[in-house]
């Protein structure tokens, strides 16, 4: 059975820092990998989608790897800013299409 | 603004009590879905339906149906609430069936219930 972990479950850094948020499956058959960002009281937005013949997807500031062997993505933000701060979320879809979540990180920016 | 609207935003309940969470999108998407959030978890899958006229279960469904009323429109009811549905709810659509490949989903702001 699939199993998604996001660790740390909380972050907070200073503005301006480049940060890494890291996402870690069990079961390596994946469709495709999402992260996904959370603000308090509005729904989930997608970040970035990464295929699972991909390697990475860049959008902006944020950069999301995939490394399928060893059951990792990363997701980059650079030049961190206080607008960052949210709970960031991934959601593997596997060879079932079932989407399996992370718990998420709730990253905190400090101006 | 064109999206997916959850209403009510916030509920409680006494455990025993039914209630039904409304969600509508005016995207015209095919799918719909109902998640909930529990605090150090993902997201699971409640209930979903594919297309206009079809639900079938998710991850969590016991406790819990739904009505696929039309395209626009996919509610969830609770219809004896215990304190172990206490959660946010997250209703979300998608243009394609998720299950077979479709990739964006959006989502709305969520329903907190707390059944007491």
């Known amino acids: 059975k699939q199993e998604v972990t996001q660790i740390p479950a909380a972050l907070s850094v200073p503005e301006g820092e480049n940060l890494v948020l890291n996402c870690s499956f069990t079961?390596?058959?994946?469709?495709?990998l999402q992260w996904f960002r959370q603000d308090p009281g509005k729904g989930l937005t997608s970040l970035l989608l990464i295929q699972s013949s991909q390697r990475e997807q860049t959008s902006g500031r944020l950069n999301a790897s995939l490394d399928k062997s060893s059951g990792r993505s990363t997701l980059y933000i650079a030049a961190s800013q206080p607008g960052d701060s949210a709970t960031y979320l991934c959601?593997?879809?596997?060879?079932?299409?079932?989407?399996?979540w992370g718990a998420g990180t709730k990253l905190i920016i400090k101006p | 603004n064109a999206g997916v609207t959850q209403t009510p935003k916030f509920q409680v309940l006494k455990t025993g009590q039914s209630m039904t969470l409304q969600c509508a999108q005016d995207?015209?998407?095919?799918?719909m879905y109902w998640y909930r959030q529990d605090p150090g978890m993902g997201l699971r899958l409640i209930y979903y339906s594919a297309s206009e006229g079809t639900t079938d279960k998710g991850e969590v469904p016991n406790g819990y149906n739904v009505s696929r009323l039309n395209k626009r429109e996919f509610s969830l009811r609770l219809e004896s609430a215990a304190p172990s549905q206490t959660s946010v709810y997250f209703c979300?659509?998608?243009?394609?069936?998720?299950?077979?490949?479709?990739?964006?989903?959006?989502f709305g702001a969520g329903s907190r219930l707390t059944v007491l």
């Open positions: 079961d390596s058959a994946i469709y495709n």
């Open positions: 995207m015209n998407h095919n799918s």
């Open positions: 959601a593997v879809k596997g060879s079932n299409y079932q989407l399996i």
């Open positions: 979300a659509s998608s243009e394609g069936v998720l299950l077979s490949g479709a990739n964006v989903l959006t």
